[in-house]
């Protein structure tokens, strides 16, 4: 053990308090280089159990955009603010997150939607479309996925369907999609009853799925898609939006998709808000102001696409709506 | 563009629904093997802009703890387990983070605080003592830090300054520590005035410095220690615990170390209450309500030693406490 007695450590005081910049820094920098900033951010994955099952949160990434005047269509602009500064958010601005899951449920490995698709990351300039760097990054092969189970036809999760060539970005496995989301998007005089935002979305599920045919099922709203993993409707942001409960042993997980969507907070804090893409807005509400009373009363553990990054947490009552609570972190699994 | 007519879609749609289980997962399981569960974590380490500055947040791990009768000095147990559950968190046990950070300055690389020591790694399982594991990850040499910034001398915040041999482990940084703190554990007849729980911290303090010597500089309380980087006093945790303000261009954070410590979500939630490990109690509190007062009031960005990782975020006002809102994750930097 080396000597450092009290008179040791008192004589440093004395010295140090010589002088008001200390002396020892003065004459430190020139020997060492500085370090070069790095620029670069961790991998957007995180890993935590249910029950004997392994989740793994696996960001596509994230964009700015700016606030659109009908956002949230029975809100105004001033009220949209207060709600992003009412969570430290700035104004006039609007984060969206992406982020998918797969859960290995040690005799399946099931991917919970796909993001925006590799073809995203360079037109973003890495911003989205990172959710296959992500799998890689997380020790997870594409090819080794079994089944992937779409919530809803969006873009930000059905893009991912196919890799940067536009060929199945998940080769080996079954494609699973809500029967009435199919059914809906499949049928194009269906584009008269959604939101003007959304009309695009008829060509885009074309072609998505034009190119996986033969993998693609279809799964009823109260199905066990795959065993741990249950379909639950909760309809109005899309006419056949699902949500997913994932169980193993006495813990579960919600896996809520798009229950609240865009920029999740202000939702959450004002349930009663429409966003711009709810197809059948008074829907979308009823199904929200349903799971989150649930979840809430139940403390049930929520993943959420649109929640930041990883996206997992509980669902606290806050004045006449919710918060989201997210679960710490856990360094190790 | 590829044949996918409506007709398609509805066959399909008819087809699905012919069985309660669907035809395409029967047989699917059979020809792939199924995804060894992974067991592994991402690294914890994550990294935002304050102006031009980087702050990487370098997770030392974290562990589990039983609930100690005396954990809050002026609460009891059903109080402590009440303020837990309100942040769904179970009972009668505490997790406990440690999330040192550190920050290139574009001149200067700074290391505030340094986790358990990587001897803490094997010791624990990996539970902690992870923090040079994740320097690594986050493409941070130990050798490359110019300066290692101390921000009160418990173990927890000093034991990395030592690798697991009792060397160095940032051998080219000059370590800086508050004079205040190191007049006061300096000076060993002063273990009366520390709660039992901290007393064997004066050996502790001996044997970690000791090692260090000529290394050594001290900062009064409200020094620049580095350009950018200014002392701030909250005492009370600790006599000379001291927390830092970093700034750069409009932007800064506070990296308020132990201002709430333990489980700090509960201690945020009751300021009032008094930590175990807190060395002065009222005045630990004061500290505490002046800072979070500033934090709520200017919306300061603040980043919390004991916070779960990445452990930075806003403090909004809640009752008659605070709450600690997570900044949300950015994907890119």
């Given at each position: ?24 820094l ?168 959604v939101?003007?935002a ?16 033969k ?15 249950n ?7 899309t ?39 709810d ?31 990883p ?23």
């Amino acid at each position: 053990m080396p000597d450092l007695s009290r008179r040791t450590l008192i004589a440093g005081t004395a010295v140090a308090a010589t002088g008001a910049v200390l002396p020892s820094l003065a004459g430190l920098s020139p020997s060492l280089a500085a370090a070069p900033l790095s620029g670069r951010q961790n991998a957007g994955w995180y890993r935590y159990k249910v029950g004997d099952f392994e989740v793994t949160v696996v960001s596509d990434g994230g964009n700015l955009n700016t606030l659109a005047d009908t956002y949230v269509r029975n809100a105004s602009r001033d009220e949209v603010n207060a709600a992003l500064a009412a969570d430290f958010l700035p104004p006039d601005e609007l984060t969206h997150t992406y982020t998918p899951v797969v859960v290995n449920t040690g005799k399946r490995l099931v991917a919970i939607d796909t993001g925006l698709g590799p073809a995203m990351f360079a037109k973003s300039k890495g911003q989205v479309g990172q959710h296959h760097a992500n799998l890689k990054a997380a020790g997870i092969d594409a090819k080794t996925i079994d089944v992937v189970v779409i919530s809803h036809f969006h873009g930000d999760h059905i893009n991912g369907l196919l890799d940067a060539d536009g060929q199945p970005a998940f080769p080996n496995a079954e494609i699973m999609v809500p029967e009435a989301e199919w059914a809906f998007w499949a049928d194009e005089t269906n584009v008269s009853k959604v939101p003007p935002a959304a009309k695009g979305n008829f060509g885009n599920v074309k072609r998505v799925f034009s190119g996986l045919g033969k993998h693609v099922s279809q799964y009823k709203s109260d199905d066990e898609v795959v065993p741990g993993i249950n379909a639950m409707a909760t309809p109005g942001h899309t006419p056949g939006h699902t949500s997913h409960i994932v169980a193993s042993g006495k813990d579960s997980v919600v896996i809520q998709a798009d229950v609240t969507a865009g920029a999740a907070s202000i939702f959450l804090r004002n349930p009663d808000w429409q966003f711009m893409f709810d197809a059948i807005p008074d829907l979308a509400v009823k199904s929200r102001r349903k799971l989150y009373d649930m979840a809430a009363t139940e403390r049930m553990l929520v993943q959420g696409y649109h929640f930041p990054f990883p996206s997992v947490g509980h669902i606290a009552r806050q004045g006449e709506g919710y918060r989201f609570v997210p679960a710490p972190w856990r360094p190790t699994l």
